[in-house]
């Protein structure tokens, strides 16, 4: 992890940790870092690390599943604070990767937004074409909001 690396938030429920940490292993993290909320230490006022966390990152990946869609600390907090990043920033974006079928669509903020892989199936976290996917999705964001530091003379 490299510590100058624009970090992407990771929204996710805590049911489907297990899911997040394979997910997130399997991510290049090369030209950002990954922050999800298992890095919040005993004591810490979690609320507002996230808050804060939410602030400060350049994309956020949610994890659909019915865990999320059913988490009040999501819909009531998270997506709140997501969504006047998304409203407010110069450049971000909202990358929504399905790990299991769920009616997602009743998330306002999704509607008419193309998830990964599909409206009707979930990614295969062992399929790697499913992760050169993500992968290259997030590298190609990076590179056109420009927080992959280019080398030489032609930029």
């Not at 420009?146 to 030489?152: E, L, R, S, V």
């Amino acid at each position: 992890m490299e510590k100058n690396n624009p970090e992407i938030f990771i929204s996710f429920s805590t049911k489907d940790l297990d899911k997040c940490e394979k997910l997130i292993s399997k991510l290049d993290s090369k030209h950002c870092n990954f922050w999800y909320q298992e890095k919040i230490g005993i004591g810490e006022e979690y609320k507002e690390l996230i808050k804060q966390k939410i602030e400060n990152s350049i994309a956020c990946i949610f994890l659909l599943s019915d865990n999320f869609l059913n988490s009040e600390f999501i819909k009531k907090t998270e997506l709140p604070w997501i969504e006047n990043k998304e409203n407010t920033a110069l450049i971000y974006e909202i990358i929504p990767i399905q790990i299991e079928k769920c009616d997602w669509e009743e998330i306002e903020l999704l509607s008419g937004v193309q998830i990964y892989p599909s409206r009707s199936s979930s990614i295969d976290l062992d399929n790697y074409h499913d992760l050169d996917v993500i992968n290259s999705h997030i590298a190609q964001y990076l590179d056109n909001a420009g927080y992959i530091k280019k080398k030489g003379w032609f930029r």
